[in-house]
């Protein structure tokens, strides 16, 4: 039990070495299931509208808490992200919490207080029931999966000869295709995805040419029925993070609306885990919306073991 008087909370900025590896230190050692590093928090952070880093030492020097502060004007419905990490050996934990939310209100006071824009928080299931007391609603619930890539846990390998996936690497010409797969299907997807549109810079930017990991955007073709052309069915991403050396992570994965209940999801996730494991991975994970049954039912299908899951709370700091 770290036992000191309750910490308070300092702001400071990114360049600060010592204070960002303290805090991506404690992210990493309670949820490493999300782990990061230094590197990558600074480089997501500093994508954004505007944002803060806080920090909350205890007398003896122990980290207490972390807080990240941001928005971006990027979204289709602007709004306060909010990202709070508390120390479970920490003395009075609800009281950072009321720190946090009073750093909120007085950081971004319009957008946290008015009526334009709800905050919106990023957390495990650890601090839900505390924001719940303060009116905050859960709107999504992401599940989060993970499978070993071996040869005894890989699905059989898809045998179809009319499907194949590429990356933009291999076809650059496909990119605004991949942009308009991707939007369609964070529309389509259960949750706030509708509200997640990056424009085609932002997510070029972030999925593209981020050189904080390594991105493979993959698009799966399927030949015409004359094989006279290969059209573009589906869309997926697979991410490796520097943070977690051989697991390889696959964002959106989506079917073209047009293509959609044609069974072509599941051939499409069997092509993603062989090529990761041809990659050289060793574990695969991925994430859903609760209400997501289709892709929850096609991951079950593959094997894929539960993990923590992420809630996003909304509301208004009032």
């Not at 299931?33 to 990558?40: D, I, K, L, P, W």
């Not at 505390?130 to 499978?147: C, I, M, P, Y």
């Not at 573009?232 to 047009?258: D, F, N, Q």
Request: proline share 6%.
């Amino acid at each position: 039990m770290i036992t000191s008087m309750t910490p308070q909370f300092t702001a400071y900025h990114p360049d600060s070495v010592a204070d960002m590896a303290a805090s991506v230190e404690l992210l990493n050692r309670l949820k490493p299931h999300r782990a990061s590093t230094v590197e990558e928090t600074r480089g997501r952070l500093a994508q954004e509208t505007r944002f803060q880093l806080y920090l909350a030492r205890t007398d003896t020097g122990d980290v207490a808490a972390t807080l990240e502060l941001a928005t971006s004007d990027l979204d289709l419905e602007p709004m306060l992200w909010l990202a709070a990490l508390v120390n479970p050996d920490a003395a009075a934990p609800q009281q950072l919490l009321e720190q946090v939310a009073t750093i909120a209100r007085s950081w971004a006071p319009n957008e946290a207080s008015g009526a334009t824009r709800p905050v919106v928080v990023e957390n495990d299931a650890d601090q839900l029931a505390w924001w719940t007391a303060q009116g905050f609603v859960e709107s999504e619930r992401l599940l989060q999966v993970e499978l070993d890539l071996t040869p005894a846990t890989l699905p059989a390998a898809c045998d179809r000869t009319d499907l194949r996936i590429v990356t933009i690497a291999e076809r650059p010409d496909l990119l605004e295709v991949a942009y308009r797969l991707y939007r369609e299907g964070k529309a389509d997807a259960p949750g706030d995805g509708a509200f997640d549109q990056p424009t085609f810079d932002r997510w070029r930017s972030d999925n593209v040419t981020l050189g904080l990991q390594s991105e493979h955007e993959l698009v799966l073709l399927r030949s015409s029925s004359d094989h006279a052309a290969e059209i573009p069915v589906g869309y997926a991403s697979l991410i490796a993070r520097k943070a977690r050396p051989g697991v390889i992570r696959h964002g959106l994965t989506t079917i073209a609306r047009e293509a959609r209940g044609e069974r072509l999801a599941c051939e499409f996730k069997s092509l993603l885990l062989h090529r990761a494991y041809e990659l050289g991975f060793t574990r695969i994970g991925t994430s859903n919306e609760v209400t997501n049954i289709p892709m929850r039912r096609v991951n079950d299908a593959m094997g894929f073991e539960p993990m923590p899951a992420m809630l996003i709370l909304r509301g208004k700091l009032t």
